[in-house]
């Protein structure tokens, strides 16, 4: 069991079927905590195609599949 993708640029080798969610995967990487609705407001795109929050749960990431994830900050 493991998904070989690349994260913001970085290979990313996880201990994931292939096929897992992009919730899943960001859920592996610390971008979000599970079962948690997001606090913080990120951006996710999936071989360069957004991915809406609400398609998370059910947009499978495939072995070399780039995903990139952008937070926003606030701040001036």
């Not at 899943?24 to 079962?35: D, F, H, K, M, S």
Request: glycine fraction near 10%.
């Amino acid at each position: 069991m493991s998904l070989v993708c690349w994260i913001n640029g970085e290979q990313r080798q996880l201990d994931l079927n292939d096929g897992a969610s992009v919730r899943t995967v960001l859920e592996a990487e610390g971008y979000l905590q599970a079962g948690v609705v997001p606090r913080a407001r990120i951006i996710v795109a999936r071989n360069e195609q957004l991915v809406p929050q609400a398609l998370w749960a059910n947009e499978a990431v495939s072995s070399n599949d780039r995903i990139d994830v952008v937070g926003a900050v606030t701040g001036g």
